[in-house]
């Protein structure tokens, strides 16, 4: 069941986002839980990576309004109402969040090291020791461990990726945002991607709200499926719903054109 308003991490109220003429997001309403993990499928253009931008606080909204546990996200309080948010008030609430792109946008004049000690010394203010402690730590989750001193260069886009998600998590983020994670790799670096993926899911509880094509992916870690069609929920559910018994012609053909 989708959350109530009040055990909400993330909610979008009446969310509209409009790029000059064209509203790609047409009053979203939508709420995921602490813990929750949510896939967010559909066709090309239909909004999705729109969600993810305004939370990583890329975009902002055009109407409507986010918040973030509990906290006003999109607008922030001024007196007794709500304004749009400032720079300094969205970067201070972006520091929970992690974001992993299509592209691996790892820092390429940095060993993997310093990929993932840069902003938990800069930003959180660990010391040097404590991010190396937690840098290895999550090498180790992703199985390169033998990579921190190498550079991007000298990786696999697979590995890249692998180092890319270990850098969000550097982060300590209480949500993860991932964006079509596998989309630019060749096909035989997907899977060493999903399952570190699919090890984060099984061992944190951190909230994961996920773009993906990889459908047997989608299946096996998100608690809950929404389709997108034209900036709306077109249908949600869980996997098995969504997957198995689809009730929406436009969640039938999506899902036949990608499966
Ligand atoms: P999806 O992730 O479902 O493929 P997107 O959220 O990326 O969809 O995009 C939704 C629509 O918004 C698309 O038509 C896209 O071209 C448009 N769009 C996205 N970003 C911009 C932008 N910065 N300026 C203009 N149009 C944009």
Redesign the pocket.
């Known amino acids: 069941m989708p959350p109530s308003d009040a055990q909400a991490l993330i909610t979008f109220d009446q969310v509209v986002?409009r790029?000059?003429d064209?509203t790609?997001?047409d009053h979203l309403d939508f709420s995921v839980a602490p813990g929750e993990r949510v896939t967010?499928i559909?066709?090309?253009?239909?909004?999705?990576?729109?969600?993810?931008?305004l939370l990583m606080t890329l975009?902002r909204v055009t109407e409507g309004t986010i918040m973030v546990e509990g906290e006003p996200f999109s607008h922030m309080p001024r007196g007794d109402r709500l304004v749009p948010a400032n720079e300094a008030y969205l970067s201070a609430r972006r520091k929970r969040i992690g974001m992993v792109f299509q592209q691996f946008n790892l820092f390429p004049n940095m060993t993997v090291r310093k990929n993932l000690t840069e902003a938990p010394v800069h930003v959180l203010k660990l010391s040097r020791a404590e991010a190396d402690a937690r840098a290895e730590e999550l090498l180790e989750l992703v199985g390169l461990s033998d990579k921190i001193d190498a550079h991007p260069t000298q990786l696999s886009g697979g590995q890249q990726q692998r180092v890319a998600i270990a850098r969000a998590l550097a982060m300590r983020p209480e949500i993860l945002l991932l964006?079509?994670v596998t989309s630019a790799l060749d096909p035989e670096l997907v899977a060493g991607v999903l399952d570190v993926l699919r090890t984060i899911a099984e061992t944190t509880d951190i909230t994961m709200l996920c773009?993906t094509h990889e459908m047997g992916f989608a299946r096996d870690v998100s608690h809950r499926v929404l389709m997108?069609d034209e900036?709306r929920i077109a249908e949600e559910g869980t996997p098995d719903e969504i997957f198995g018994d689809p009730r929406e012609e436009r969640t039938k053909s999506f899902l036949k054109s990608v499966l």
Do not use: A, Y
């Open positions: 986002k790029f000059g064209l790609v997001l967010l559909g066709p090309s253009g239909s909004g999705k990576t729109t969600i993810l931008r975009e964006d079509e773009v997108f900036g």
